[in-house]
């Protein structure tokens, strides 16, 4: 199983810019999608964006399709999450999570099977 940690998260102005970084160790990284999900305050949690294993099929939420950049660096075993024109919708705490087997590419939650312990996002108005 992936062990996956989440870096980035903080306070940020509306309008402005964060970049997420989730590192993996523990599995087979380069084999797996990855994906961003988010929970508001008091919302269920929901799907924000996925990478392929080659990184080279991406997907979005249509409430950050063209805000938001999920990238991924197998070299590195990590995943980021790029979020540019920030808005107070955005709060939330972010998580990251890997496939359960390879070749799954999904939106589900109920696809990914590691998660990281999550970081939290706070865009003020």
């Known amino acids: 199983q992936v062990h996956l940690v989440e870096s980035g998260g903080g306070l940020v102005q509306a309008g402005g810019s964060l970049r997420l970084s989730c590192a993996a160790s523990g599995g087979t990284f380069t084999s797996v999608a990855m994906g961003w999900f988010r929970q508001p305050p008091g919302k269920e949690r929901e799907f924000v964006a996925v990478?392929?294993?080659?990184?080279?099929?991406?997907f979005y939420a249509d409430s950050v399709k063209g805000r938001f950049t999920i990238s991924r660096d197998n070299a590195k075993n990590t995943v980021y999450l790029q979020m540019s024109s920030l808005k107070p919708e955005d709060t939330a705490i972010y998580y990251c999570?890997?496939?359960?087997?390879?070749?799954?590419?999904?939106?589900?939650?109920?696809?990914?099977?590691?998660w990281g312990q999550g970081t939290q996002v706070t865009v003020s108005s």
């Open positions: 990478i392929s294993r080659s990184g080279g099929s991406t």
């Open positions: 999570a890997a496939a359960r087997f390879s070749g799954t590419y999904s939106l589900s939650a109920a696809d990914f099977g590691s």
